[in-house]
């Protein structure tokens, strides 16, 4: 039975974009978008709604813009130690997402990470509609997904560590046994029970009393 769980946020947390803003630019919505994504993230507006806004904008766009937005996404310093020392440990490593499947899945497989969970676009004749399809993934979704992957694999609340920067990050940073503000936003830094502002996801390391693997060189980034 694996001993710990660790659940990251993924825009601005485990790469060092916010996906949306990058698909705007493509749909020459980036200024409005961004002005949106930055007060959903202090926290002043709904984060649903403000999916819901925002993927608005970008109806019409062809669906095949997001292989160029796949390459453009820089994954954040740290992110395959962090997870080679998680695994060491015998902890697991999950993240969820306010942004999308679309982006998130071959990123996530190749960085060896055990589960996932995001929002997906609506495609129709492959052209992006402006709408989400399903659920959207809010803050109380990430909480859910958090306490799902917990249970399913025995893992008590305590031995979870949740990750984040936005607003959206707060319900399930609660959840967690340890939160962990990365380079965050007022309302985390608030709230959480650790400030890390080096952009350097390693460093979650030592609070969980790990230390830093060495890895081989064709560890995939
Ligand atoms: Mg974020």
């Known amino acids: 039975m694996p001993a710990f769980l660790v659940v990251l946020d993924v825009d601005s947390t485990l790469i060092e974009n916010e996906v949306i803003e990058l698909i705007a630019d ?82 996530a497989e190749r960085l060896g990470l055990d589960a996932w969970r995001a929002n997906r676009l609506e495609v129709a004749d492959g052209r992006l509609t402006g709408r989400v399809d399903g659920p959207i993934v809010d803050a109380k979704a990430k909480a859910d997904a958090l306490r799902a992957w917990a249970a399913d694999a025995g893992i008590p609340s305590l031995g979870t560590i949740a990750i984040g920067d936005g607003a959206n990050d707060l319900v399930m940073m609660a959840e967690a046994g340890l939160s962990v503000g990365f380079d965050a936003k007022a309302p985390v830094r608030q709230r959480a029970d650790v400030l890390l502002d080096e ?18 060189s064709s560890f995939p980034v």
Not at 201 to 213: A, K
Request: glycine content about 12%; aromatic content about 2%; charged content about 20%.
């Open 199 to 216: 952009r350097d996801l390693s460093l979650v390391l030592p609070l969980l009393g790990l230390g830093r693997p060495a890895l081989p």
């Open 26 to 107: 493509a749909a020459g919505t980036r200024e409005e978008v961004a002005a949106v994504t930055a007060r959903a993230m202090n926290g002043e507006l709904d984060f649903a709604a403000s999916l819901r806004e925002r993927v608005a904008t970008l109806a019409g766009l062809d669906a095949a813009v997001l292989a160029d937005v796949r390459e453009r996404v820089t994954v954040t310093r740290g992110v395959p130690e962090l997870v080679a020392g998680v695994h060491a440990a015998g902890g697991r490593v999950a993240v969820v997402s306010g942004g999308f499947h679309e982006i998130l899945d071959p990123l």
